[in-house]
C-alpha cells in the first residue's frame, strides 16, 4: 500500500497550488517527515516542501494550514537555495544543521507536483558526502563534550562532567547512524532511527540503552562510573569507526568492548581504560586523555585495535601477525600503551 494515496496526493496538489503566491513557478512538490520515514502517529502532521524557481517572501518561512483535521506544514524553498547547499556540500563547505535537515527531507521525499523533477533533485545530492559531514560533525561534537567532562573532573565538578559526557553519549550513536549512511538529524527520532537501522537487538544498541539507563549524579563515586560507562562506549564508537576509515581494520562490537572490564581478570587480559581514546583527524592518529598525549603510528593503532578487554597479550600477538605486524612490534606497542597509562595488564 502507497504511503501516499492518490486522493491524498491530489488534495495536497491543490492545497499547495492555493498557498503559493503568483508566479511562484513550482518545480516539485513533496511529502517528507514522520510519514516517509514510517515514524507516524495518529497525530502526526504534514510535513510538505515546495521548490520553487526563484526567491520570494513565502521562502524560507512554514505556512500553517488545517488539513483533514490535521494541519499541513509546507515548507518553500527556491531551486538557488538548494543548488547552494549540495555545492557547498561538495566542495566541503560548512553547511548548517537546518540546510542538512532539507536535504534529508529531500532524499526521503514522495513526490506530490512533479516526480521527474523530485527525482533529478535527489540524484544531483552528494549523500555520501552528507553522510561524511553529519559523522564528522557528530565526532567533533562527541568529543568536545568529552574533553569538556574531563575538565570538569579536574576540577572535582563530577556533576556537570556526567552531564558533558551524557552529551558524548548521544553523540556516539550519531556518528554510527551517519557511518551507516543515515542522513536524519532529528534528536526525537534518534532512538527510532537506531532501531531501524541496527534492529534492537543489536550489542552496540543495547549497550547505548543500558548506558542511557546508568546515568546518576547522587554522588561522585556513581557520576564516575557513569563517566566510564560513557567512555567506553564512545572508545569503540571511535575504534569502530576510525578503524576502517584509516586502517582498513574492522572490529566487533561486543559487549567486551562497549561495557568492558575495569579490572584485570583473572585470564590476565590486557584493559583499554575507559577514559582514553583515540581521535584520526587531519591525517594524523592522537591518543587523548584529559589532554593529547602523543600522536601514534598505523601499527601502534593497529594493536590498540585490536585490545578488546577480552584477549591476553599472546591472542592480541597472534591475531596481528595475521596483518603482519610481528610479535616484537605489537609487545613493544603495548608496553608504550602500558607505560602511558592506557592500559591495565
Not at 526563484?54 to 518553500?76: A, W
Not at 548548517?96 to 536535504?103: N, Q, R
Not at 563515586?221 to 578503524?243: H, K, P
Request: with cysteine.
Amino acid at each position: 500500500m502507497s504511503i501516499l494515496t492518490k486522493e491524498t496526493q491530489n488534495e495536497l496538489a491543490a492545497l499547495i497550488e492555493k498557498a503559493l503566491i503568483a508566479d511562484s513557478n513550482l518545480i516539485t512538490s513533496y511529502l517528507s517527515g514522520s510519514i516517509t520515514e514510517g515514524f507516524a502517529t495518529s497525530k502526526s502532521d504534514f510535513d510538505v516542501y515546495a521548490i520553487v524557481s526563484s526567491e520570494n517572501k513565502q521562502c524560507n518561512t512554514e505556512i500553517f494550514i488545517p488539513f483533514n483535521d490535521k494541519i499541513c506544514e509546507l515548507t518553500v524553498v527556491s531551486i538557488d537555495k538548494i543548488n547552494e547547499i549540495i555545492s557547498n556540500l561538495n566542495s566541503q563547505e560548512i553547511i548548517s544543521w537546518y540546510e542538512s535537515h532539507l536535504l534529508h527531507r529531500l532524499l526521503t521525499g514522495i513526490s506530490i507536483h512533479h516526480e521527474s523533477a523530485l527525482f533529478s533533485l535527489k540524484n544531483s545530492i552528494p549523500k555520501d558526502e552528507l553522510c561524511k559531514f553529519l559523522l564528522n560533525k557528530a565526532k567533533k561534537f562527541g568529543e568536545k563534550c568529552f574533553s569538556d567532562c574531563m575538565g570538569n573532573m579536574i576540577d572535582n565538578d563530577y556533576i556537570t562532567a556526567a552531564f558533558n559526557a551524557e552529551r558524548t553519549l548521544h553523540a556516539s550513536i550519531d556518528c554510527m547512524l551517519a557511518f551507516h549512511n543515515s542522513t536524519s538529524t532529528l534528536i526525537k527520532w534518534r532512538v527510532k532511527n537506531a532501531i531501524k537501522k541496527f534492529g534492537k537487538d543489536n550489542e552496540y544498541f543495547k549497550s547505548y540503552l543500558l548506558v542511557c539507563s546508568k546515568i546518576n549524579v547522587i554522588n561522585d563515586t556513581s557520576a564516575l562510573e557513569y563517566i566510564q560507562a560513557v567512555g567506553r562506549v564512545w572508545q569503540a564508537t571511535l575504534d569502530y569507526i576510525q578503524g576502517k576509515e584509516c586502517c582498513d581494520v574492522e572490529i566487533e562490537l561486543r559487549q567486551e568492548r562497549l561495557l568492558g572490564h575495569l579490572k584485570i581478570k583473572d585470564n590476565n587480559s590486557i584493559i583499554k581504560k575507559p577514559l582514553y581514546r583515540v581521535i584520526f583527524e587531519r591525517s594524523k592518529l592522537v591518543l587523548i586523555e584529559s589532554s593529547a598525549i602523543c600522536e601514534i603510528t598505523a601499527d601502534a593503532y593497529k594493536v590498540w585495535l585490536s585490545i578488546d578487554n577480552s584477549k591476553d597479550i599472546d591472542k592480541v600477538i597472534s591475531d596481528l601477525s595475521e596483518n603482519d605486524i610481528d610479535s616484537n612490534t605489537t609487545k613493544f606497542y603495548i608496553d608504550e600503551f602500558s607505560k602511558i597509562g592506557a592500559i591495565l595488564r
